[in-house]
């Protein structure tokens, strides 16, 4: 989807769809749109009146102008309450709005900036929230489908119009954003929509090499035999049954100065998951083939970071390894030793997460990082504790992890930190190694997170656990059913943040 941004008027903007907002339990239209509704004939103020649009959060009503002015139709979107409003209601008016274009098979609208008249709000912050919006509520996954109703076409443009010629480069910034961020979340969600037989690692590996044509981009792959000869016995370990051979991806932006340290993302990149030798029950078990989020998601980030040329140093870290039972699959009560140099008993070998991450966290050791972010589909306990509307944080670095946390309210996905207490290793002691990769019921989102710091170096970092974000059993006005690809907005966002407050 194109946007652009104009100076116009609400009665002078030929559309096939005109959006205008309104507030909850305010049954006066706002002075802006008093010469539409004047041209309309008082249609917006008596449905204002007689309750038939309240302004409730994402409610919608389409009328027809028959005429009246140059756009086709009116969309009118509820905003919720004028004082409630936030960058992520309207993201989701606009998710809903992109929906409902759709269903009126059109393909062009045009609206004015959503939330202007309240204060606190940013203009270039508004344009992003909407492109990004109108980006996630129009997504679907159709490559698949042979039957041309279920493969309508995307909408094509949206113009935001402006009042104020000083407004005009303020709201092309953030459209950029916004297209960007959007983009990279259909990005991520396309490729763990795609099934495991054709998602495979070394499908990963081509997707990565189509990033590395981007601009100030450099991808080095590392295949099994060099895995081995540095001893990535987690990434070798959980890979080592399927007949897709695992691999080791490094992508690397350099958009900021030579020689200053880079932000390292890790990302779990299990194409599939059938648990392995503890083999998972058969119900769901199709969902896995989007384990591999964490790593699609750093994917991303990586190309959203080159498309805004952020003057940042940026590395994304995948360690790919589809994990599947066999004759020479890992086996509970295995033994294996880690880049770290440090040994892990296996067992339970759907604990593999946690087992390729350490390899990735170590390596991301030896690039000198300024901090490092780790994600990961990676517990069941995070979908138990949090539900579908929280990422899991923990990490040891409160300054990145107030980082991540004002990155998450911006972007609408938002974190939750939990503890991360030394305590909690006695649950991961193991009698033969120097620790189990599994600890017990009690407290699983934190004992896989303590596991995974056991392999972190002298640096700030923290892990984020999208288990319970990851999937969506049904449509909200943001996520279609499916993966969700939450998290990548987030990273981004932090970047962004970052980008606009420069850390010492």
């Keep these: 989807m194109k946007t652009t ?51 409730k959060p994402n409610q919608t009503v389409l009328i027809h102008t028959r005429g009246a002015i140059p756009a086709k139709r009116i969309l009118l979107v509820g905003l919720g309450k004028r004082d409630d409003l936030t960058l992520d209601r309207v993201r989701q008016a606009m998710g809903t709005v992109a929906k409902r274009v759709s269903q009126a098979e059109t393909r062009t609208c045009a609206t004015t900036l959503l939330g202007l008249d309240r204060s606190g709000l940013w203009p270039d912050d508004l344009a992003q929230a909407m492109v990004d919006g109108m980006i996630l509520g129009d997504y679907r996954f159709t490559p698949y489908r042979t039957d041309s109703a279920n493969r309508k076409e995307p909408l094509s443009s949206m113009t935001i119009l402006v ?42 590996v081509e997707e990565a090499k189509k990033i590395s044509k981007e601009k100030k981009v450099r991808l080095t792959v590392l295949n099994p035999a060099k895995m081995k000869q540095l001893g990535m016995g987690g990434v070798l370990g959980v890979g080592q049954a399927s007949q897709h051979p695992p691999q080791f991806i490094i992508l690397e932006y350099q958009g900021g100065k030579k020689g200053e340290k880079p932000i390292v993302f890790v990302g779990k990149t299990v194409t599939f998951d059938s648990g392995g030798i503890s083999l998972k029950p058969s119900e769901n078990m199709d969902h896995m083939k989007a384990d591999m989020t964490g790593g699609a998601e750093v994917l991303a980030t990586v190309r959203a970071a080159a498309r805004l040329r952020l003057p940042l140093n940026v590395i994304g870290l995948l360690p790919v390894a589809e994990n599947m039972p066999g004759g020479r699959a890992t086996k509970p009560g295995d033994i294996l030793t880690m880049l770290s140099g440090k040994t892990v008993e296996v067992q339970n070998t759907d604990a593999e ?121 049904s449509d909200r006005p943001c996520i279609s059913k499916g993966p969700t690809a939450i998290g990548t907005r987030l990273l981004i966002q932090y970047l962004l943040n970052r980008v606009a407050k420069p850390q010492k």
């Excluded at 769809?17 to 041209?39: C, F, S």
């Excluded at 929280?390 to 990155?407: H, P, R, V």
């Excluded at 407290?443 to 892990?463: D, E, N, S, Y």
């Design 353 to 473: 997460g946690r087992l390729i991450l350490a390899d990735g966290l170590a390596y991301a050791g030896r690039l000198k990082p300024a901090c490092v972010i780790d994600i990961a589909t990676l517990t069941g306990a995070c979908i138990v504790a949090l539900g579908q509307f929280a990422i899991g944080m923990l990490g040891t670095d409160d300054s990145l992890k107030e980082q991540l946390k004002q990155a998450g309210e911006c972007s609408g996905e938002r974190v939750w930190e939990m503890p991360l207490w030394d305590e909690y290793f006695e649950q991961l002691k193991s009698d033969v190694a120097d620790m189990r990769n599994i600890g017990g019921r009690g407290g699983g989102m934190i004992t896989a997170a303590l596991f995974l710091k056991q392999f972190v170096g002298k640096f700030p970092w923290v892990h984020l656990d999208i288990a319970s974000t990851d999937w969506s059993a």
């Design 5 to 55: 941004v104009k100076q116009g008027t609400l009665t002078g903007t030929p559309t096939e769809v005109l959006v205008i907002p309104g507030y909850e339990d305010e049954t006066n239209i706002g002075k802006a749109t008093q010469p539409l509704d004047r041209n309309l004939g008082g249609q917006l103020t008596e449905m204002r009146k007689n309750g038939e649009f309240q302004g």
């Design 163 to 204: 009042d104020k010629p000083s407004l005009l480069n303020t709201v092309k910034r953030g459209i950029e954003r916004g297209e960007a961020t959007g983009e990279a979340t259909c990005f991520a969600r396309d490729l763990c929509n795609h099934p495991a037989n054709v998602m495979t690692p070394s499908r990963v």
